[in-house]
T-cell receptor
Framework: GESVGLHLPTLSVQEGDNSIINCAYS??????FIWYKQESGKGPQFIID?????DKRQGQRVTVLLNKTVKHLSLQIAATQPGDSAVYFC???????????FGTGTSLTVIP | DAGITQSPRYKITETGRQVTLMCHQT?????MFWYRQDLGHGLRLIYY???????DKGEVPDGYVVSRSKTENFPLTLESATRSQTSVYFC??????????????FGPGTRLTVT
């Protein structure tokens, strides 16, 4: 089955710096990925998605990069703010497309 | 209120008791999901439903039962609770691709402790 892993389960950055959160996936046929943010005590919240026909997608202060050659995607957060402190998950669909597999998450701490 | 709600938010129960966690969404999303979240395991899918009266197993279905008689509700029942089912449970709903996105909208979670 698929596995979605995350490098570095914890990450600390200074406020104002850029953050990079990485994710490795194993299913080369995966054609869609989603990043979620989960703040303490809350449910995960959608940040951004990307399809496999794209290498890069930008949102508000976030950019997702997809490298299909090495089956790796990353989430970049520009000018990290204290409100960005959370756990970040990447997710990819199953072969059937009826469910998603989530990684274990990376905990981002922003240091004021 | 629009959105997705879960009840109760916190529950303590004893081993062997039956517990039902409720989930309600107001968007008329076709898909609904139940996840459990444990340290070191991330989010794991228990059951999902593609429409009313259609349910299917996820990654960790043992010990759980679901039903979906109405589109907006998706209750999760632990028929005989065990300590290993102590966890935080999240319900989610989604259009699941009908508008090009597979975004899932998550509820606030239910923290269940089985003693």
């Amino acid at each position: 089955g698929e596995s979605v892993g995350l490098h570095l389960p914890t990450l600390s950055v200074q406020e104002g710096d850029n953050s990079i959160i990485n994710c490795a996936y194993s299913n080369s046929a995966s054609d869609y990925f989603i990043w979620y943010k989960q703040e303490s005590g809350k449910g995960p919240q959608f940040i951004i998605d990307i399809r496999s026909n794209m290498d890069k997608r930008q949102g508000q202060r976030v950019t997702v990069l997809l490298n299909k050659t090495v089956k790796h995607l990353s989430l970049q957060i520009a000018a990290t703010q204290p409100g960005d402190s959370a756990v970040y998950f990447c997710a990819e669909p199953s072969n059937t497309g009826n469910q998603f597999y989530f990684g274990t998450g990376t905990s981002l701490t922003v240091i004021p | 209120d629009a959105g997705i709600t879960q009840s109760p938010r916190y529950k303590i129960t004893e081993t062997g008791r039956q517990v039902t966690l409720m989930c309600h969404q107001t968007w008329s999303h076709s898909y609904m999901f139940w996840y459990r979240q444990d340290l070191g395991h991330g989010l794991r899918l228990i059951y999902y439903s593609a429409a009313a009266d259609i349910t299917d197993k996820g990654e960790v279905p043992d010990g759980y039962v679901v039903s979906r008689s109405k589109t907006e509700n998706f209750p999760l029942t632990l028929e005989s609770a065990t300590r290993s089912q102590t966890s935080v449970y999240f319900c989610a709903s989604s259009d699941f691709g009908s508008k090009g996105s597979y975004e899932q909208y998550f509820g606030p979670g239910t923290r269940l402790t089985v003693t």
